[in-house]
């Protein structure tokens, strides 16, 4: 749980770019690349990362922009990618808006009451969960891996 707005911006920050530079390391042709057919592909992971990250800014009180629930998955991965990117700048401002009492009020999420720093965990638990099955699906499918976390196979031959 995040107890200071400064740290989730932070956090949010930096895994908001790891996440964009996995998005960005999608090409058009892998977009409905899964390991098993009928389960996620990368350009779904995408796609439901960026709706995500968007409609839990908005139960967290930001005005972050949505995508409408069900909308479909683009063919262009470049297109989620810009989609993700100005989700990912709507927080930049409005998180900057928060303090730290706000961290700790109590809003209306999924069908209950959560701490605002507890939800906005979640919300980078949930993207690096999904962040990790996108690098594993961008090596099987035998494009690069970018470092996230620290190097790849990939960043040790250049």
Not at 138 to 157: D, F, N, S
């Amino acid at each position: 749980m995040y107890r200071t707005a400064q740290d989730f911006v932070e956090e949010w920050a930096a895994s908001a770019a790891g996440t964009l530079s996995v998005m960005k390391a999608i090409t058009d042709d892998k977009l409905g690349f899964a390991i098993v057919e009928g389960h996620n592909s990368l350009g779904w992971l995408a796609w439901h990362l960026a709706s995500t990250a968007g409609a839990f800014g908005r139960i967290a009180g930001l005005n972050t922009p949505v995508i409408e629930r069900g909308a479909q998955v683009p063919s262009r991965a470049g297109e989620i990618a810009e989609k993700y990117e100005a989700i990912v700048e709507a927080y930049r401002s409005e998180a900057s808006k928060l303090t730290d009492e706000m961290m700790t009020e109590e809003i209306d999420a999924f069908g209950g009451k959560m701490i605002r720093g507890k939800f906005l965990r979640m919300l980078v638990d949930h993207q690096t969960h999904h962040r990790g099955q996108m690098t594993v699906l961008l090596r099987q499918a035998g494009l690069p891996v970018p470092g996230v976390m620290g190097p790849t196979k990939e960043m040790a031959k250049s």
